[in-house]
């Protein structure tokens, strides 16, 4: 069955270094997007991502923040000076076209700002 | 502003019985619901979802309910296993209207006993 892979599982950086969070969503799947759930909290939306641009972004996702889908398979997530404050599980997610089809999930990739 | 809610934190059920999950919300521009399943360390997992023209979904055990009028949104799981043991998530988006970045609830942890 395919399924969405996230790489690294765990990343440790230090505060203020750039990270890189990859995914290689579902292989006809058209719609790529970020969560992201900090320890405790709820899964909250990022981005999504259709037709090589984003569509929809939300109040989280600023400037430092960027999306990029680099080939054909893959798309990521770069964080460009993190904070204390970015440490949480970061869920890529993918679906297929049309309006009413469901979101699916990778395993997540746990990000530790120190 | 909690727009999608589960006033549970978590519900124990007897292992056979009938579990029953609860989810509000408040953005009247919702148009699709899905349930997710999470376990530790893992991504959410797609279980059912519901579209609003719609007020009943069945998928084997699992039955999604919606009333649209009362904003309310429930999953029946029946009989219960002990495997359904997790945590549940409700979600919402607005495909239609082109944000479909979805919005997760706090989540209930259920935990079946034998």
């Known amino acids: 069955e395919p399924e969405v892979t996230q790489t690294p599982s765990h990343q440790v950086t230090q505060m203020g270094q750039e990270v890189i969070l990859r995914c290689v969503p579902i292989s006809n799947h058209l719609y790529f997007y970020w969560y992201r759930q900090i320890l405790g909290q709820k899964v909250e939306f990022l981005v999504s991502f259709y037709n090589n641009e984003i569509s929809e972004k939300s109040e989280i996702f600023d400037d430092q923040f960027s999306v990029e889908r680099p080939d054909g398979s893959n798309f990521t997530l770069k964080i460009r000076s993190t904070k204390l404050e970015d440490s949480a599980m970061y869920f890529c997610?993918?679906?297929?076209?049309?309006?009413?089809?469901?979101?699916?999930f990778g395993p997540g990739t746990r990000l530790t700002v120190l | 502003d909690q727009q999608v809610k589960q006033n549970s934190p978590s519900l124990s059920v007897q292992e056979g019985r009938i579990s029953i999950l609860n989810c509000d919300y408040t953005?009247?521009?919702?148009?699709?619901f899905l349930w997710y399943k999470k376990y530790p360390a893992e991504g959410p997992t797609f279980l059912i979802s519901?579209?609003?023209?719609?007020d009943k979904n069945e998928d084997g055990r699992f039955t999604v309910f919606l009333n649209k009028s009362a904003k309310h949104l429930s999953l029946h799981i029946v009989p219960s296993q002990p495997g359904d043991s997790a945590v549940y998530f409700c979600?919402?988006?607005?495909?239609?209207?082109?944000?479909?970045?979805?919005?997760f609830g706090k989540g209930t942890h259920l935990i079946i006993q034998p």
């Open positions: 979600a919402a988006s607005a495909p239609g209207g082109g944000a479909d970045g979805l919005t």
């Open positions: 953005n009247s521009m919702f148009d699709y």
């Open positions: 997610a993918s679906r297929s076209a049309g309006p009413f089809n469901e979101q699916f």
């Open positions: 519901i579209s609003s023209i719609k």
